[in-house]
């Protein structure tokens, strides 16, 4: 983790009191009626959790070694709230956490969080955020999230649990795992990560839906799809287990994975294709097949269709060097 030298001064102006802090002790603050949230951190993690009364509060917890290498303020101008840390140097160490209690409000809350290496960590309550960290993880449960959030992490993990992810919401790691379970999630939401695995349990997919990996594993297990949905790895698994079989458009795609739909009843009306590279992988499917061809795309593919009914919806599943499975 980076380390920054600085003086250890803490200032904080709430409702025009301003009032010092000095590292090592537990320092709290009250703030109200405030409608934009704003910190600007370093390694500092922030955790929020909902006030027992009308007003908000701040606290820090500070242990940081030399004491003077550390300078924080807090500062509220009229309806904003501003939080910042600064470091400077190379010889310091320690921790730094922040406690932001938010109380229940008519208007909606948002909150913009910038760190270097500090992690977020969410429980029971409403605002809209923005969070950018290099190296941070994300837990989120039983919040009121808000349209307009977005987050962004590096290197950090995803926690997400017990709450109804907001449309147009986008989740994205560079080198992180996303765990997600018992989610409602509304239209265009994206979760995607460069090299984690991406794991979604017993959630209500309302609309369109994008998990995405570079070299992670993708699995879907026992959710409700009731929008078309697009899972992708490049050299991962992507991984499909359905009690009720999706009545939506969907797509499993891996470069060099493999791709398993494992579903208790197809129903009467679907249309499935299968395709991969000639000369790599196979296709193992219960069903006839009702056209099978080969067509040219850099390499030469096979194409193994079955179709039903209507032919809706339609499944397509892809790998390059892969293995395509489908139980019934």
């Known amino acids: ?12 102006w709430i409702a025009g009191m301003a009032q010092p802090a000095t590292a090592g002790d537990r320092n709290s603050w009250e703030f109200t009626e405030v409608n934009i949230i704003e910190l600007d951190g370093v390694s500092g993690d922030i955790i929020l959790r909902p006030a027992d009364g009308e007003n908000g509060i ?17 500062e509220q101008k009229g309806k904003t709230l501003y939080i910042e840390e600064k470091w400077r140097g190379q010889s ?15 208007n909606e809350l948002k909150i ?5 290496s500090g992690s977020l960590d969410c429980t029971d309550v409403s605002a809209s955020i923005k969070f950018d960290t290099a190296s941070g993880d994300v837990s989120l449960s039983r919040m009121g999230l808000q349209e307009g959030s977005d987050f962004d992490t ?35 939401c994206e979760f995607s990560t460069a090299s984690g695995d991406i794991d979604c349990k017993r959630c209500k997919c309302e609309n369109s839906l994008k998990l995405d990996t570079a070299s ?3 699995t879907i297990r026992d959710c409700e799809l009731l929008g078309k949905c697009s899972l992708s790895s490049a050299s991962g698994d992507v991984s499909v287990y359905l009690d009720q079989f999706t009545q939506h458009d969907l797509s499993a795609a891996t470069a060099s994975g493999d791709v398993l739909l494992d579903a208790e009843d197809f129903g009467e009306d679907f249309t ?7 000369d790599k992988g196979r296709i193992s499917c219960p069903f006839e097949y009702t056209r099978e061809e080969t067509f040219e795309s850099h390499h030469t593919y096979e194409r193994k269709t079955v179709q039903r009914g209507s032919g809706e919806p339609e499944i397509e599943l892809r790998t390059a060097s ?3 499975t489908v139980k019934n």
């Open 58 to 74: 701040v606290e820090l917890e500070s242990n940081v070694s030399p004491e003077k290498n550390f300078r924080a303020e807090v």
């Open 154 to 188: 590096a290197s950090g993990d995803y926690n997400i649990t017990n709450m109804t992810i907001p449309a147009g919401t986008e989740f994205e790691t560079a080198s992180g795992d996303h765990d997600l379970m018992y989610l409602t999630i509304k239209e265009d």
């Open 112 to 116: 913009n969080i910038s760190t270097a």
């Open 272 to 278: 499935l294709v299968m395709i991969k590279r000639e």
């Open 92 to 106: 310091s160490s320690g921790s730094v956490e922040w406690k932001i209690y938010l109380p229940k409000q008519k």
């Open 216 to 218: 992670g594993d993708v």
């Open 1 to 12: 983790m980076r380390t920054y030298m600085g003086w250890i001064v803490l200032v904080a």
């Open 322 to 324: 892969g293995r395509i």
